[in-house]
């Protein structure tokens, strides 16, 4: 069995998609870890602000089978095959780390790179896996996003419900 960390988002009908991608997930892989969730601009083009947030699983998926099912859950919900890397997202669901795997292994390099550049990526990895270290920098996600330049991409911290309770 295999962690893994996957960052989940949507800037199109925000609640429904995430609501719907957290299902999909839940029923792929049982218990699911939460972190909470957060509104955030959209990087790299114009458009609506995203909510974000990271979910923890455990799989026993080989990653591209995991590659390509994520995928799967995207399409279902709406996303183009051909949508453009900085584009509208109903649901988009990133493998940010597999493991301990660095490199780029079945078409998914890993870790992911946002990590370390992007606030919406590495806030909520320092709330629900503060301790756990990045594969590549050995830094604790608490500690890189205590080092990070919070003023350069502003979040918010968002109320969210997921089956009849509070996303942390």
Known sequence: MTDVLLGVGSNIERERYITAGLDALAALFG???????????????????????????????????????????????GRPDNAPRYSPRHLDIDILTFGDLVGEHDGVRLPRPEILDNAFVLRPLADLVPDERHPLDGSTYAALWGAYDKDSQPLAQVSFEWRGRAVP
Do not use: C, M, W
């Open 31 to 77: 218990d699911i870890a939460l972190s909470p969730v957060y509104d955030s601009a959209a990087i790299g083009f114009d458009g609506q602000p995203f909510l974000n947030l990271v979910v923890k699983v455990t799989t026993d998926l080989p990653l591209r089978d995991l590659a390509r099912t994520l995928r799967h859950i995207e399409t279902e919900f």
